[in-house]
């Protein structure tokens, strides 16, 4: 069953190469058999179409043509060559005593350069693809007027793209958004992760440059600072315990609560249900700093506790040396009431989907299994948790994933709460309550280490692409909806 | 080569050009940009409006933006190009800021100085010295002090604590433990726990390279080991009297009504009136146990800048309103709408500064305050080394987990900056 799995996941990465190598193929084959004009438009991208009589077509495509190249003149060679040093220019600054003005010489940013420069390489791309294609288009144009078939004129060109090309329409802007406000910025996520980008090394005043993988092996304690190591370890760690246990303490109790609340004997459900959605309508960021400073050490929990003798008692029995309990500023205690405090955040939301789960359970098997004689539990374990495993299945995955980046739990409840009491945590800016997304915040903010945060933000990335592309597969991959009949 | 030389010729050429231009387009009124705190806007306003009628012949164009003190170096350090010509920010930021090219060398601008009628030698003399050190880097001034506010004392009861009660640490927690109350401070924070080190002698400086120079594990110019500055912290942590505050909780646990004595500043005065009543006091700090000595405990002196943007195009006229809005009449309208404490002599000589009880105490300290030159990796080490001692982890008999602790401290702290 895996092995026929992952044969589907190899063809499937077979066929993207395969479609890959056609393309290039079907453009060899085009520039090969082709007339004068459709070898033409490799140099003048309109060539083909105006041969054709397609005029408005030859000329948007001059005219793109022409984009094109003022583009990389103008703008793509002011960065592209500088971008194997990141630039070499120092700025300058004189002061002007007559214009009272400071004159600055004409000085290289680094991030520019990389930006830009990515920028530019992601154009060119488009660029090529659309300028192989374009060879093909009129190549077939060329077979089509050879075979005496009619040729579309500008027109019907247009009106193809309401009809049976109205997917084309419908996507381009999505990708183009994609393509500027996702893939770019995580291009540049990787790159910066290779060159020496932090505080000593900050544009527009000082330059940045290629460092290689110097990062990731100080990240993986091959570097010169052990302790970026130490902690990358540790906080790996709590990272992955962290989404497992705020992922399906959240989920089972979600599911158990609306089992609860569906049940026949619970009385008012409609009441307790809205009872615990207040939880979702009060914004999450003013219930976790309330609830923050509710444990804090000086909160109120604190204080009612020492007046009960809790605290007292507890020190008694070795669990606590301060004269306060460190419900949110000590280890093991920190990472305890974080995941229960997530439930209580958490579990609403689960509840909700649940339930809206449950309502569609085919009740004809629940009534056999019960005409069956089977007890509540029975059928809770055999018919409600796999049908519940089957629908959610994907949300599940979603959330672990989500949870491995869950900033704002984590922040929010122990941002100047919690102090670390280990000297090498400290040492390289962390935390044990830290996920890598909170270290890698802090690292940026408060410390400009980007380098690092870029390495780290790629270790992020990894982690997750992998964990969904093995969960999904397993999950959505066909013969599920079987297993579960 | 020679193409070079051409090119350099054709260049420099289009640089005379466009110098040219420059100078004759200069007709149009100087845009400026001035940030600072939001509470300060309306009288930003008033002193831009000063500044406009101070010179009559130049046209200006002059926005003011919102940005507080303690951020300015984060926004500013995201885009130094974009950010504002003129701009305050508390003196902590100034070694970050100068770093990334974000502060003009003010030692260049000797000469605009002279159209306000001064020399940078009569701005450094009409700040009080410590203000004017911290203004300092590798011996340049790089902004104009405003305001001497941002430091610590001791905010006390009277009604529960005498002068006497205040005078060392062992005295001002026995007689909080006698009276049922606790004293508080912040130990999980460098910028506090400092003050028993700065007081016993130690140092923390900051090197060409940016790194962190800090001799805590050592002993001190006074002859003090760092270790027995650790004693003396930890026997004031382990009295039952003693409440260690989270860092950004103490106007919360002054309102608390637990306290009877903390360590705070000057933006906690209204909250401790509150909390005190007629008890309201303030005074410095108490001495406390090093060995079988008192030692006076230091303290962490703070001030508020103004500088000018690196990046800023403007920058003569920039400079001239950050000294316009530093100048001693400015501080005294600072002081008058907005209760700010100067840095100026002549304003904090004055009858109103020295009649505010906080003030006072923050000029009684000054005596012991210390410019704290650290990098950014001085904080987090420094902190976590404070929160070990509130929680207990060290042992007062162990000396060599203090030596050790303290070794670790001063390896995370002096580590080189990335």
Same mark, same amino acid.
């Given at each position: 069953?895996?092995?026929? #799995?992952?044969?589907? +996941?190899?063809?499937?990465?077979?066929?993207?190469?395969?479609?890959?190598?056609?393309?290039?193929?079907?453009?060899?084959?085009?520039?090969?058999?082709?007339?004068?004009?459709?070898?033409?438009?490799?140099?003048?991208?309109?060539?083909?179409?105006?041969?054709?009589?397609?005029?408005?077509? =030859?000329?948007?495509?001059?005219?793109?043509?022409?984009?094109?190249?003022?583009?990389?003149?103008?703008?793509?060679?002011?960065?592209?060559?500088?971008?194997?040093?990141?630039?070499?220019?120092?700025?300058?600054?004189?002061?002007?005593?007559?214009?009272?003005?400071?004159?600055?010489?004409?000085?290289?940013?680094?991030?520019?350069?990389?930006?830009?420069?990515?920028?530019?390489?992601?154009?060119?791309?488009?660029?090529?693809?659309?300028?192989?294609?374009?060879?093909?288009?009129?190549?077939?144009?060329?077979?089509?007027?050879? =075979?005496?078939?009619?040729?579309?004129?500008?027109?019907?060109?247009?009106?193809?793209?309401?009809?049976?090309?109205?997917?084309?329409?419908?996507?381009?802007?999505?990708?183009?958004?994609?393509?500027?406000?996702?893939?770019?910025?995580?291009?540049?996520?990787?790159?910066?992760?290779?060159?020496?980008?932090?505080?000593?090394?900050?544009?527009?005043?000082?330059?940045? %440059?290629? *460092?290689?993988?110097?990062?990731? @092996?100080?990240?993986?304690?091959?570097?010169?600072?052990?302790?970026?190591?130490?902690?990358?370890?540790?906080?790996?760690?709590?990272?992955?315990?962290?989404?497992?246990?705020?992922?399906?303490?959240?989920?089972?109790?979600?599911?158990? @609560?609306?089992?609860?609340?569906?049940?026949? #004997? %619970?009385?008012?459900?409609?009441?307790?249900?809205?009872?615990? &959605? &207040?939880?979702?309508?009060?914004?999450?960021?003013?219930?976790?700093?309330?609830?923050?400073?509710?444990?804090?050490?000086?909160?109120?929990?604190?204080?009612? $506790?020492?007046?009960?003798?809790?605290?007292?008692?507890?020190?008694?029995?070795?669990?606590? !040396?301060?004269?306060?309990?460190?419900?949110?500023?000590?280890?093991?205690?920190?990472?305890?009431?974080?995941?229960?405090?997530?439930?209580?955040?958490?579990?609403?939301?689960?509840?909700?989907?649940?339930?809206?789960?449950?309502?569609?359970?085919?009740?004809?098997?629940?009534?056999?299994?019960?005409?069956?004689?089977?007890?509540?539990?029975?059928?809770? #374990?055999?018919?409600?948790?796999?049908?519940?495993?089957?629908?959610?299945?994907?949300?599940?995955?979603?959330?672990?994933?989500?949870?491995?980046?869950?900033?704002?739990? /984590?922040?929010?409840?122990?941002?100047?709460?919690?102090?670390?009491?280990?000297?090498?945590?400290?040492?390289?800016?962390?935390?044990?309550?830290?996920?890598?997304?909170?270290?890698?915040?802090?690292?940026?903010?408060?410390?400009?280490?980007?380098?690092? =945060?870029?390495?780290?933000?790629?270790?992020?990335?990894?982690? $997750?692409?992998?964990?969904?592309?093995?969960?999904?597969?397993?999950?959505?991959?066909?013969?599920?909806?079987?297993?579960?009949? | 080569?020679?193409?070079?030389?051409?090119?350099?010729?054709?260049?420099?050429?289009?640089?005379?050009?466009?110098?040219?231009?420059?100078?004759?387009?200069?007709?149009?009124?100087?845009? @400026?940009?001035?940030?600072?705190?939001?509470?300060?806007?309306?009288?930003?306003?008033?002193?831009?409006?000063?500044?406009?009628?101070?010179?009559?012949?130049?046209?200006?164009?002059?926005?003011?933006?919102?940005?507080?003190?303690?951020? *300015?170096?984060?926004?500013?350090?995201?885009?130094?190009?974009?950010?504002?010509?003129?701009?305050?920010?508390?003196?902590?930021?100034?070694?970050?800021?100068?770093?990334?090219?974000?502060?003009?060398?003010?030692?260049?601008?000797?000469?605009?100085?002279?159209?306000?009628?001064?020399?940078?030698?009569?701005?450094?003399?009409?700040?009080?010295?410590?203000?004017?050190?911290?203004?300092?880097?590798?011996?340049?001034?790089?902004?104009?002090?405003?305001?001497?506010?941002?430091?610590?004392?001791?905010?006390?009861?009277?009604?529960?604590?005498?002068?006497?009660?205040?005078?060392?640490?062992?005295?001002?927690?026995? *007689?909080?433990?006698?009276?049922?109350? #606790?004293?508080?401070?912040?130990?999980?924070?460098?910028?506090?726990?400092?003050?028993?080190?700065?007081?016993?002698?130690?140092?923390?400086?900051?090197?060409?390279?940016?790194?962190?120079?800090?001799?805590?594990?050592?002993?001190?110019?006074?002859?003090?080991?760092?270790?027995?500055?650790?004693?003396?912290?930890?026997?004031?942590?382990?009295?039952?009297?003693?409440?260690?505050?989270?860092?950004?909780? /103490?106007?919360?646990?002054?309102?608390?009504?637990?306290? $009877?004595?903390?360590?705070?500043?000057?933006?906690?005065?209204? +909250?401790?009136?509150?909390?005190?009543?007629?008890?309201?006091? +303030?005074?410095?700090?108490?001495?406390?146990?090093?060995?079988?000595?008192?030692?006076?405990?230091?303290?962490?002196?703070?001030?508020?800048?103004?500088?000018?943007?690196?990046?800023?195009?403007? !920058?003569?006229?920039?400079?001239?309103? +950050?000294?316009?809005?530093?100048?001693?009449?400015?501080?005294?309208?600072?002081?008058?709408?907005?209760?700010?404490?100067?840095?100026?002599?002549?304003? @904090?000589?004055?009858?109103?500064?020295?009649?505010?009880?906080?003030?006072?105490?923050?000029?009684?300290?000054?005596?012991?305050?210390?410019?704290?030159?650290?990098?950014?990796?001085?904080?987090?080490?420094?902190?976590?080394?404070?929160?070990?001692?509130?929680?207990?982890?060290?042992?007062?008999?162990?000396?060599?987990?203090?030596?050790?602790?303290?070794?670790?401290?001063?390896?995370?702290?002096?580590?080189?900056?990335?």
């Amino acid at each position: 069953m895996a092995s026929q #799995k992952k044969g589907g +996941a190899m063809s499937a990465v077979g066929g993207f190469f395969g479609a890959i190598g056609g393309f290039f193929k079907d453009f060899g084959v085009a520039f090969a058999k082709g007339d004068i004009f459709v070898k033409l438009s490799v140099l003048w991208m309109g060539a083909g179409y105006a041969r054709r009589k397609q005029y408005i077509k =030859a000329l948007i495509m001059t005219a793109l043509e022409a984009a094109i190249i003022a583009f990389t003149l103008t703008f793509a060679m002011q960065y592209v060559p500088k971008f194997g040093t990141l630039g070499t220019v120092v700025m300058e600054r004189v002061f002007n005593m007559k214009t009272m003005k400071s004159e600055f010489n004409d000085y290289d940013n680094s991030f520019s350069i990389l930006l830009f420069s990515l920028f530019s390489f992601v154009v060119w791309a488009g660029a090529f693809v659309i300028w192989m294609r374009n060879v093909v288009n009129v190549y077939r144009l060329q077979q089509k007027a050879e =075979a005496g078939e009619h040729i579309n004129t500008f027109r019907e060109d247009m009106h193809s793209y309401i009809e049976e090309k109205f997917h084309i329409t419908l996507l381009t802007l999505p990708v183009i958004g994609i393509t500027v406000f996702t893939f770019i910025p995580i291009l540049l996520l990787i790159f910066v992760a290779f060159t020496n980008y932090d505080q000593q090394h900050m544009p527009p005043s000082a330059l940045f %440059t290629w *460092a290689g993988f110097s990062n990731f @092996l100080s990240l993986f304690g091959g570097g010169l600072t052990t302790t970026f190591s130490y902690a990358f370890v540790r906080i790996l760690g709590w990272t992955l315990v962290w989404a497992f246990f705020a992922t399906f303490t959240t989920y089972i109790g979600g599911i158990l @609560l609306s089992v609860l609340l569906n049940s026949a #004997k %619970t009385r008012v459900p409609k009441l307790w249900r809205t009872l615990f &959605i &207040i939880t979702i309508a009060v914004p999450q960021f003013v219930s976790l700093l309330l609830v923050r400073n509710f444990f804090s050490n000086g909160g109120i929990v604190n204080t009612i $506790c020492a007046n009960i003798g809790l605290t007292g008692f507890l020190r008694d029995i070795g669990l606590v !040396s301060t004269s306060y309990i460190p419900f949110l500023s000590a280890p093991g205690w920190a990472h305890v009431m974080i995941i229960l405090i997530n439930i209580w955040i958490g579990v609403p939301y689960q509840m909700l989907i649940a339930t809206g789960v449950l309502m569609n359970l085919p009740s004809d098997q629940v009534e056999s299994a019960r005409v069956d004689g089977a007890k509540p539990f029975q059928i809770f #374990k055999s018919i409600t948790m796999p049908y519940m495993l089957f629908v959610t299945g994907p949300a599940l995955v979603t959330d672990f994933v989500k949870n491995i980046n869950n900033f704002n739990v /984590i922040y929010l409840l122990t941002e100047g709460v919690y102090t670390t009491t280990n000297q090498a945590m400290a040492n390289s800016q962390a935390k044990e309550v830290d996920l890598l997304v909170t270290w890698l915040f802090r690292l940026t903010q408060d410390y400009y280490n980007y380098k690092m =945060a870029s390495a780290i933000g790629i270790i992020v990335f990894i982690i $997750c692409a992998v964990f969904t592309l093995f969960a999904f597969n397993r999950m959505i991959g066909n013969g599920r909806e079987e297993d579960y009949q | 080569m020679k193409l070079r030389k051409a090119m350099a010729v054709v260049l420099s050429a289009a640089m005379a050009v466009s110098s040219a231009m420059v100078v004759s387009a200069d007709e149009g009124p100087v845009t @400026l940009t001035l940030w600072g705190a939001e509470e300060d806007q309306t009288l930003l306003g008033e002193l831009v409006d000063e500044f406009k009628a101070a010179y009559p012949d130049q046209e200006f164009d002059i926005s003011i933006g919102v940005e507080s003190e303690s951020t *300015a170096k984060d926004t500013i350090l995201t885009d130094p190009e974009a950010a504002a010509d003129v701009f305050a920010f508390a003196s902590d930021q100034i070694f970050d800021l100068v770093n990334a090219g974000a502060l003009l060398n003010l030692e260049d601008f000797g000469e605009v100085l002279q159209m306000a009628g001064k020399t940078l030698d009569d701005v450094k003399a009409a700040n009080v010295a410590g203000s004017v050190e911290a203004a300092t880097v590798d011996g340049s001034l790089y902004a104009f002090p405003r305001a001497a506010d941002n430091g610590y004392f001791l905010y006390y009861d009277s009604s529960v604590l005498s002068e006497d009660d205040i005078a060392s640490w062992d005295s001002l927690l026995a *007689a909080a433990d006698a009276a049922g109350k #606790k004293v508080g401070m912040t130990f999980a924070s460098g910028w506090y726990n400092a003050s028993f080190f700065y007081g016993a002698g130690f140092t923390t400086g900051l090197n060409e390279d940016g790194t962190t120079a800090i001799d805590w594990n050592g002993t001190s110019a006074d002859g003090y080991t760092g270790v027995d500055v650790v004693k003396g912290m930890i026997g004031i942590a382990s009295s039952p009297a003693f409440m260690a505050i989270a860092d950004g909780d /103490i106007t919360n646990q002054i309102a608390g009504g637990q306290l $009877c004595a903390v360590v705070s500043g000057t933006w906690d005065a209204i +909250a401790a009136q509150e909390a005190f009543g007629d008890g309201y006091a +303030a005074t410095k700090l108490p001495t406390f146990t090093v060995g079988d000595t008192q030692v006076q405990q230091g303290s962490v002196a703070g001030y508020k800048f103004v500088g000018v943007n690196g990046f800023s195009e403007n !920058s003569g006229w920039a400079v001239l309103l +950050a000294e316009f809005i530093t100048n001693e009449a400015s501080q005294q309208k600072f002081f008058d709408q907005r209760e700010s404490g100067p840095s100026n002599n002549n304003v @904090l000589a004055s009858d109103a500064v020295s009649a505010n009880l906080a003030m006072a105490a923050l000029g009684k300290q000054a005596e012991f305050g210390v410019a704290q030159n650290v990098g950014g990796k001085f904080w987090d080490p420094s902190a976590t080394f404070g929160e070990m001692i509130a929680q207990g982890n060290l042992s007062v008999d162990d000396d060599a987990a203090i030596q050790e602790a303290l070794d670790t401290l001063v390896e995370g702290v002096t580590a080189p900056v990335e």
